[in-house]
């Protein structure tokens, strides 16, 4: 991009007759969300020229009068959503002293200047949009994103309950439009009325007709008391009455930690039930939709996380027969090649592995990620490289390069700098170094979205680069590779 010293992110005013754009923001403040709604718009603002602090400040634009008022220092919380209902500020928000970084939002009510907490909130909020005197919000809620509303009391009630997603909406005359996945297919757009959900899109249809898609078998499996939710997608055409014909397997972790599996379309993990593989995927300790205790996993990424998904493993293969222990291989992006370089380095049962824009050192993603003085240092309890090294390198998956055996390739975009080329390259030295079959696969160009918003022709090329791998050391097949 060439010099970013002081480039931010700003609210502007733009007037369609004049043509004038007038800056609403403070200087040097990023502006990191906002909402124009009945006259008003609140935004939040992080100003800094130094250290960045994760919470922001809370600010409204009111048209009526033109001016900009500041409701909330920065520092205090940070804030997922603010409307002004019933002439009283409200907003959603954490103050992070229980759970830091990831902690969900609360509501809360501004009186004389203090913010009064009006209602826990136990999960996530994607958007937010107040109408009628109620703020609806759409929340990662068990496997599913569910739109939900508080009344003025901070009473939630559910307004969806289908299985599935709710990934973005408007409310008009007393109409919900939304635009969601439902009954494993893709997102379509949706209008709920009168409790009633009607669908005016069927790109399923239109996009799947001739595609055999594999349906996603969702169930629940107890490790150490603790109930967890696992997912497996069979290979297309399997057969379980056919008791002699074997299947390669590939365990697939998400990115986060606080993300989250569902029964929900995903197109790469159909690409390889295509090809003949068992698909198999869990939400383990430190993910979304089960309230902030269970999202919390600070300082304990490495541990129980890979219990449970070594767990899980093992109830897939007992529950499914057909599955080959012997072929199973274990993928994963961001947090999920974190985990899948830490895998690596602590069991063998694995045998080929595909790490993608992971991170493998505490000590040195700290100064190479753009996130590493907030992320890092939250998800290590407040230590850093000064205050605990040996702590943090023993808890790093690059600390254990020594122990792999698995053959893996690392796949990385040169533009990430959330999880930087650094991190994954180190691990590929490292287990390169020591004799282990390895690949690097770099994109030019990309950066952390490659998976999902990357250019089309690098995305293709990501999958057949992966496909080409397990292949190889799960098939026997020969590839490029």
């Given amino acids: 991009m060439g010099i970013v010293n002081k480039v931010r992110d700003r609210l502007y005013r733009y007037d369609l007759k004049t043509g004038e754009a007038r800056v609403l923001s403070p200087e040097y403040g990023q502006v990191e969300a906002f909402w124009a709604e009945n006259g008003t718009v609140f935004f939040t603002c992080n100003i800094y020229t130094g250290k960045k602090l994760p919470q922001n400040g809370l600010y409204e634009y009111v048209e009526e009068t033109d001016t900009v008022i500041r409701h909330l220092d920065q520092g205090m919380f940070s804030i997922s959503y603010a409307c002004r209902r019933n002439g009283r500020v409200e907003f959603l928000g954490s103050d992070m002293k229980r759970f830091g970084y990831n902690e969900n939002p609360d509501l809360y009510v501004l009186e004389d200047g203090a913010p009064r907490l009006l ?100 169930f629940t499996f107890t490790h150490e008391g603790l109930e967890l939710d696992g997912f497996v997608i069979p290979p297309v055409g399997f057969d379980p009455s056919d008791t002699e014909k074997t299947y390669p397997g590939i365990l697939t972790i998400h990115g986060g930690p606080k993300a989250i599996y569902g029964a929900t379309y995903s197109h790469e993990f159909q690409v390889y039930a295509s090809r ?157 170094y020591h004799g282990v079959p390895s690949k690097a696969v770099l994109f030019e160009g990309e950066n952390h979205e490659l998976s999902r918003s990357g250019k089309p022709l690098h995305r293709m090329r990501r999958l057949k680069e992966m496909n080409d791998w397990f292949d190889l050391y799960l098939k026997g097949e020969k590839s490029e590779c």
């Fill in 119 to 218: 209602a826990r909130y136990d999960y996530s909020v994607k958007e937010g949009m107040c109408r009628d005197g109620r703020i609806y919000v759409n929340s990662t809620v068990g496997t599913d994103v569910m739109l939900q509303c508080f009344d003025m009391d901070g009473n939630v009630t559910a307004v969806t309950d289908r299985a599935g997603t709710v990934e973005s909406f408007d409310i008009c005359g007393g109409r919900i439009l939304f635009t969601g996945m439902r009954d494993q297919g893709l997102s379509e757009v949706y209008s709920l009325e009168n409790g009633k959900e009607t669908c005016f899109t069927d790109f399923t249809a239109r996009c799947l007709k001739e595609k055999e898609v594999s349906p996603i078998r969702h």
């Fill in 276 to 432: 003949g593989y068992f698909v198999f995927f869990m939400n383990p300790t430190g993910s979304d939709g089960r309230g902030n205790a269970f999202a919390d996993i600070v300082a304990k990424q490495g541990s129980i996380d890979y219990e449970q998904l070594m767990a899980f493993t093992d109830e897939v293969l007992r529950q499914y027969p057909a599955l080959d222990g012997d072929r199973l291989g274990v993928m994963g992006i961001s947090y999920g090649g974190f985990m899948t370089n830490w895998i690596i380095g602590h069991t063998d049962r694995f045998a080929a592995a595909v790490s993608q824009r992971s991170f493998s050192n505490w000590l040195s993603d700290f100064g190479c990620s753009e996130i590493g003085f907030s992320f890092d240092v939250n998800e290590n309890g407040g230590k850093t490289p000064w205050t605990a090294p040996k702590e943090l390198w023993e808890r790093s998956p690059v600390a254990y390069a020594d122990r792999v055996k698995t053959p893996t390739m690392f796949i990385h975009s040169l533009k990430d700098y959330n999880c930087p080329l650094s991190e994954g390259m180190q691990m590929f030295a490292a287990i390169k």
